[in-house]
């Protein structure tokens, strides 16, 4: 367990400020403290906790190892599915309130 818990530290450590752990690290410091306060600040921090997360994954997903593996061939092209996972993020953050 330990040993878990230190890789998952060590993967989200950013290696400099300017990073997308950064990022990350900002989303779930949103949510942490979305979940103290009152619905009205609460929206407007939950709504940057979205930002942040959209940012980071859209950082993620460009980097070129992962760019790499979420390339996949077609018969006539190649297919990054990378947009698709940013997209799918930003309708939930837009569109996620509908649910109930």
Do not use: E
Not at 16 to 35: D, E, R
């Amino acid at each position: 367990m330990k040993d878990l818990i230190a890789s998952f530290r060590g993967f989200l450590t950013p290696p400099q400020s300017a990073s997308w752990q950064t990022l990350m690290l900002l989303s779930l410091f949103s949510v942490f403290i979305a979940s103290f306060l009152t619905p009205m600040p609460q929206g407007f921090v939950s709504s940057w906790g979205w930002f942040f997360l959209i940012t980071s994954v859209w950082w993620f997903v460009y980097q070129k190892d992962v760019k790499n593996s979420l390339t996949f061939n077609s018969i006539f092209c190649k297919i990054f599915v990378g947009p698709w996972i940013v997209s799918t993020l930003i309708c939930f953050a837009l569109f996620g309130i509908w649910v109930d």
